[in-house]
């Protein structure tokens, strides 16, 4: 099992820039890519970014390419979304998830991913 904790979300004014952050424990060496993933009321469940642990083949939404970095610290199995300019519509719950090797299925396959956190709301005013 892999246990996710996320910290950090809130809000903020468009425009401006925040961060979460989320710390992984447990069997993080069965996981081969960890990824941000936000759903908001009424829409489907969105990848925004994503980065194996590996190596540094990064992959962003285009939504929030340009503005979002994934970063992650492997020694402290942390991994890092930092959102600059952000806009109303990425207001929603942002969930850290794990995908396992063994259920990989593509960065951009919600299925790949069998491992989520709690959530951390991010609220982007205009």
């Known amino acids: 099992q892999v246990q996710l904790v996320e910290s950090g979300g809130g809000l903020v004014q468009a425009g401006g820039s925040l961060s979460v952050s989320c710390a992984a424990s447990g069997r993080t060496s069965s996981t081969k890519t960890m990824a941000w993933i936000r759903h908001a009321p009424g829409n489907e469940r969105d990848i925004v970014a994503a980065?194996?642990?590996?190596?540094?083949?990064?992959y962003y939404a285009d939504s929030v390419a340009g503005r979002f970095t994934i970063a992650r610290y492997n020694a402290k199995k942390l991994v890092y979304l930092q959102m600059n300019n952000p806009k109303p519509e990425d207001t929603a719950v942002y969930y850290c998830a794990a995908a396992p090797a063994t259920s990989w299925k593509g960065v951009t396959a919600i299925g790949s991913y069998t491992y989520w956190g709690q959530g951390t709301q991010v609220t982007v005013s205009s």
């Open positions: 980065i194996p642990w590996t190596d540094g083949n990064t």
